[in-house]
């Protein structure tokens, strides 16, 4: 009888998990949404609603031999998994993918899909009525937001505001001076150095005054919350051995496992092994995950497996709207042109489709 694995969460990396591992053991992915939400293309999304379409990808064509279920995991044990409905799933290996929160419209509160829309749409109403907007946080998220109003709504006044002395103060000064300049060519206004001390919401933008740490307040149409992610660790917390790191994270070992448990493994978001939350880290952790499984499944020895290593220095992929950017390759940083050629012309959105069996 062929091993059973489990994985919870469909997102980047419980989805190329399943369709890696079908066909090689019995899968079952339980994910509770009728979409994958492509992340990158939900900020674009937000200036440019036509885009919504492909970012929101059913996932209905995904697997041919694995089996999806459409359902929520409640708690996971040595066995298997409970789900919220009740019903059980049992396996010999459990996969915790389960990801993060961010604010909408960039990825789903609780109200799932229909409610992303919705929110999509009102919040591009607001957007394309706003004559100023202030965005709070300029880690990458912040940061392509305000490059992509700067482009498609020139009018709206942009101020993005970061508690740091500059933009990415951990990258090259390549990127970061790129980056900078750009933006302000294209008229945003950029605080640094200061903190939000009022901001009201961190699950969806609103109209309001923000009062600064630096004794200024910044009055504006729409703010946006970009202070980055949260982890859905719930199921992870309670295991036996299971530690908290920031944001929520869990902390895991050599081979990715976040518990006493042998046989769960956590990646993506949810796991602290030493990677930033991005998709980028979830490309390194997927293939070596995959591998892994596969020799357990076939009977090999974990202890007998290379342990896995996070990214030294990981590539950043930054554009400002369609057209300009700048990324960090690991062995060079680049401007406009490759920044577009890679991310900003299609944020991926091919890609992702042809992944998911959608045409594209
Ligand atoms: C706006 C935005 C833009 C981004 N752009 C980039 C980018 O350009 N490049 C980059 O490298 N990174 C980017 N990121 C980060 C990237 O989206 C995350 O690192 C990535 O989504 C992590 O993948 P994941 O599989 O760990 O989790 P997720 O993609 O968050 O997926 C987790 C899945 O688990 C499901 N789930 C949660 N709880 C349960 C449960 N109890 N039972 C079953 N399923 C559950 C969720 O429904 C979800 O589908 C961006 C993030 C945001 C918010």
Known sequence: MSKRIAIVGGGYVGAELAKSLEGKADVTLIEPHSHFVHAPAMIRAVVDPLILDRALIPYDSLLKQGKILQARAESIDATGVTLENGERVDADYIVIATGSNNAVPFKPNTG????????????HGMLSSAKSVAIVGA?????????????????????????????????????????????????????????????????????????????????????????????????????????????????????????????????????????????????????WLSKLLQALVGGAKLEDQKPYKPWKKAPLLVPLGPKKGNSFFVLFTAGDFLTRLVKGKDLFLTQRNKFFDRAS
């Not at 899909?113 to 919040?123: E, K, Y």
């Not at 709504?153 to 101020?159: A, D, H, R, S």
């Open 112 to 123: 799932g899909i229909d409610a992303l829309r919705a929110d999509n749409a009102r919040i």
């Open 139 to 287: 880690g990458a998220v912040g940061t392509e937001l305000a490059g992509e109003i700067a482009h498609y709504m020139p009018e709206t006044k942009v101020t993005l505001i970061s508690s740091e002395p500059s933009l990415f103060p951990d990258q090259p000064k390549a990127l970061a001076r790129g980056l900078l300049r750009k933006l302000q060519a294209a008229g945003v206004n950029l605080v640094f150095g200061a903190r939000a001390e009022n901001l009201e919401s961190l699950t969806e933008p609103y109209a309001g005054t923000l009062r600064l740490s630096n004794g200024d307040s910044i009055t504006a149409d729409l703010i946006f919350p970009a202070v980055g992610s949260r982890a859905v660790s719930g199921i992870l917390e309670t295991l036996p051995g299971a530690i908290k790191s920031s944001a929520n994270r869990i902390k895991t070992d050599a081979w990715l496992r976040p518990s006493d448990l042998p046989n769960v493994f956590a990646a993506g978001d949810v796991a602290d092994a030493g990677d930033a939350m991005t998709i980028v880290a979830t490309s390194r952790q997927l293939p």
